[in-house]
């Protein structure tokens, strides 16, 4: 019983690198999403979709790129790291209908970028 | 647009004593509401919710919320605290109608001491 999986669990960058950070459910989820938590600020929302195809921004979209190509997997990418990247990221998804409001987690990525 | 206040960074609390963790949030429309807690390096997990109904929420792990519609508060409250409560708990909100997307408060860090 997975549920949410992210991948990698740890990873360090030197700045200006790129990487992807993948995220996979098994729940059939129509939405997904993509946050970072930073000490104090809680949980800000960089990017969301709501189905296989779509993507939009979030409350903190820039420097980072997101794809859902599969409804199971939505792709998160820095392309040119930069220290203000380093967080905790999570993914999470929520399913259609009177569940959608509730959010079912990853246990995250801790990202350092020097 | 909705938003969500925890007033409370950190919360200390010997074991076995009362707890409540505060909420307060703002918005001109109908609301849900919800309580996530996050152990230490995983990711967030639904603890209790309010859709409608019955104003007084009994979540997991003898926590229980209530809602106060002319306070706009969603304090959550535990009569004996244990060690393994110590975490960090999450407020959040999401309109009723026509979002996906939920609007977290930035987190009280419950430390349970013995």
């Known amino acids: 019983n997975a549920g949410v999986t992210q991948t990698p669990k740890f990873r360090v960058l030197k700045t200006g690198q790129s990487m992807t950070l993948l995220c996979a459910q098994d729940?059939?989820?129509?939405?997904m999403y993509w946050y970072r938590q930073d000490p104090g600020m809680g949980l800000r929302l960089i990017h969301y979709?709501?189905?296989?195809?779509?993507?939009a921004k979030g409350e903190v979209p820039d420097g980072y790129n997101v794809s859902r190509l599969k409804k199971q997997n939505f792709l998160l990418g820095l392309e040119s790291a930069a220290p203000s990247q380093t967080s905790v990221y999570f993914c999470?998804?929520?399913?259609?209908?009177?569940?959608?409001?509730?959010?079912?987690f990853g246990a995250g990525t801790r990202l350092s970028v020097l | 647009a909705q938003s969500v206040t925890q007033l409370d960074s950190q919360v200390p609390v010997f074991e076995e004593a009362p707890v409540e963790l505060r909420c307060n949030y703002s918005?001109?429309?109908?609301?849900?509401l919800f309580w996530y807690v996050q152990y230490p390096n995983q990711g967030l997990q639904l603890l209790l919710k309010?859709?409608?109904?019955?104003?007084l929420v009994k979540g997991i792990n003898g926590f229980e919320a209530e809602f106060n519609k002319s306070q706009t508060s969603f304090h959550l409250r535990k009569p004996s605290v244990h060690i393994s409560d110590t975490a960090e708990y999450f407020c959040?909100?999401?309109?009723?109608?026509?979002?996906?997307?939920?609007?977290f408060g930035t987190g009280t860090r419950l430390k349970v001491l013995a």
């Open positions: 999470a998804s929520s399913p259609v209908g009177m569940g959608k409001n509730i959010q079912y």
């Open positions: 729940m059939n989820h129509e939405y």
């Open positions: 979709s709501v189905g296989e195809g779509t993507t």
């Open positions: 918005s001109s429309v109908s609301v849900y």
């Open positions: 309010y859709l409608s109904g019955s104003t």
């Open positions: 959040a909100v999401s309109l009723a109608s026509g979002t996906y997307k939920d609007i």
